[in-house]
């Protein structure tokens, strides 16, 4: 661990929509956003639905062009690196995948599994023949604990955790360094999510995986994250080790997040009062002014409604973006 990865400057990424009248109008999805993700570890990363977790997983790895901002992958920057599509990424589409959130939206329902595992192995070119592809296939299909003569069949004939399972062995065949699991279990049900998210940590262990692990409950990502960050309408607003995220919540919005989560001790849970936010999520097409959660915070200053605060250390790797911590 303490070998970066992953690295995030600046990131911006706005949508060009169409509003009233046919104006053009800009969705700022993901708003200046800096963040480093280490070699090996999990980092988490927490926030309402819309807030921009989605937009800025795939934008790390380049599904999503940048509107502006620097990644570098491995000490290589790669938002330089041109056109998403172009083979000069290839080489890094090989070392960075993604899990999607809806495993059966994912995966094309006209494609047999062994095609759909093949397919990622084709693209890399990594099989040398077509018995050593077969091979791949079964052993991957293993990997993620599936029947290896399921290759033939198609992906309505299985399950959605066993359809999320395929994803990850679509993810898995490239030899990926780096994934982002965009909630991976959030469509599956509640019975087979800790299964999933058991055999991803299992995963990650004996390949040596870096993850992004993206979910809208930080209940789900506290136990398996080194570190967690955490959104609001496209901002990084709070950022640090996880236990320490859970217990030493900084910023106003974490506070609230961590005050709906159950606490195991009764006594700290009830000392541990709900807040209750104002108000909902502005839109991102015209964000707030100054601090994007001024409108809801219970602590917002005339500073907070000028002035966008930037994401400061305030004890060893522990982030937050607000100007009260600023004093
Ligand atoms: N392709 C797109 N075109 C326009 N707006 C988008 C697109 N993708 C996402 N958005 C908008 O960007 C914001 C962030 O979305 P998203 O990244 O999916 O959030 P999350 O994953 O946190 O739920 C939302 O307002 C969403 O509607
Ligand atoms: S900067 Fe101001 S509005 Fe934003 S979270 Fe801090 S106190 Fe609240
Ligand atoms: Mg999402």
Redesign the pocket.
């Known amino acids: 661990m303490g070998e970066k990865l992953v690295e995030v400057d600046n990131l911006r990424k706005y949508?060009q929509?169409k509003g009233r009248g046919g104006r053009k109008q800009y969705?700022q999805?993901v708003e200046n956003v800096s963040l480093f993700i280490n070699k090996g570890e999990t980092l988490g990363l927490v926030?309402e639905?819309?807030?921009?977790?989605?937009?800025l997983g795939r934008t790390i790895i380049r599904l999503y062009e940048p509107t502006s901002g620097r990644i570098t992958y491995g000490g290589e920057v790669i938002s330089d690196v041109e056109n998403h599509i172009s083979v000069n990424m290839l080489p890094y589409r090989r070392k960075m995948q993604i899990i999607f959130q809806d495993p059966s939206a994912s995966l094309d329902p006209r494609m047999t599994v062994g095609e759909i595992i093949g397919e990622a192995l084709d693209i890399h070119k990594l099989c040398a023949s077509k018995q050593d592809r077969t091979d791949r296939i079964r052993e991957l299909l293993d990997k993620v604990g599936l029947n290896t003569e399921h290759s033939n069949r198609f992906p309505h004939e299985f399950s959605g955790g066993q359809q999320q399972r395929i994803g990850i062995a679509r993810a898995l065949a490239v030899d990926p360094e780096f994934i982002v699991c965009d909630e991976p279990i959030s469509a599956l049900d509640v019975s087979i999510q800790s299964q999933v998210v058991n055999m991803l940590e299992d995963l990650q262990e004996e390949l040596g995986l870096t993850y992004l692990f993206i979910a809208h409950d930080i209940s789900v990502v506290r136990h398996i994250s080194n570190r967690i960050g955490v959104m609001y309408l496209g901002c990084l607003v709070e950022l640090s080790e996880s236990y320490e995220l859970c217990n030493n919540p900084i910023h106003p919005y974490t506070k609230t997040l961590m005050s709906a989560v159950p606490l195991p001790d009764p006594i700290k849970s009830r000392a541990n009062k709900r807040i209750l936010l104002e108000g909902d999520v502005p839109s991102?097409i015209n964000p707030p002014s100054g601090c994007r959660f001024h409108t809801r915070c219970p602590y917002a200053s005339e500073r907070c409604r000028q002035e966008m605060p930037a994401l400061k250390e305030y004890s060893p790797g522990h982030y937050a973006a607000c100007h009260m911590l600023e004093g």
Do not use: E, I
């Open positions: 949508f929509v969705v999805a926030g639905s819309g807030c921009g977790k989605t937009t991102p």
